[in-house]
């Protein structure tokens, strides 16, 4: 399994960045993938997950109105687009996949894409 994020970068205040992540080495159709962020000295979170069916579900309500996840089944890729960026966005960016067979589960993720929101 790999997943390969890109797209972060710095914006100011109320930019827009899209991020992305490609995915290879399981059966990227059958999967829900999900996006998680860490600001420095904060712990982990969950940002959004999208199933298998594009039903997407957000988790701060901080980026409800704000970010939009997506699936491109036909390139093995999600997107994030983040919009109304704030400085408390700022975070490294992870793509995230939990990986369960009839042997096991297993958690995957990428190597992180940092996105910095400053003037």
């Known amino acids: 399994v790999r997943l390969v994020e890109s797209g972060g970068g710095l914006v100011q205040p109320g930019g827009s960045l899209r991020l992305s992540c490609a995915a290879s080495?399981?059966?990227?159709?059958?999967?829900?993938l999900s996006w998680y962020r860490q600001a420095p000295g904060k712990e982990r979170e969950l940002v959004a997950t999208i199933n298998t069916k594009d039903v997407a579900t957000y988790y701060p309500d901080s980026v409800k109105d704000r970010f939009t996840i997506s699936r491109d089944n036909s390139v093995n890729t999600i997107y994030l687009q983040m919009n109304n960026l704030q400085p408390e966005d700022t975070a490294v960016y992870y793509c995230?996949?939990?990986?369960?067979?009839?042997?096991?589960?297993?958690?995957?993720w990428g190597q992180g894409t940092q996105v910095t929101v400053s003037s």
């Open positions: 995230y996949l939990r990986r369960t067979t009839i042997f096991s589960t297993n958690d995957y």
């Open positions: 080495g399981f059966t990227f159709s059958r999967s829900a």
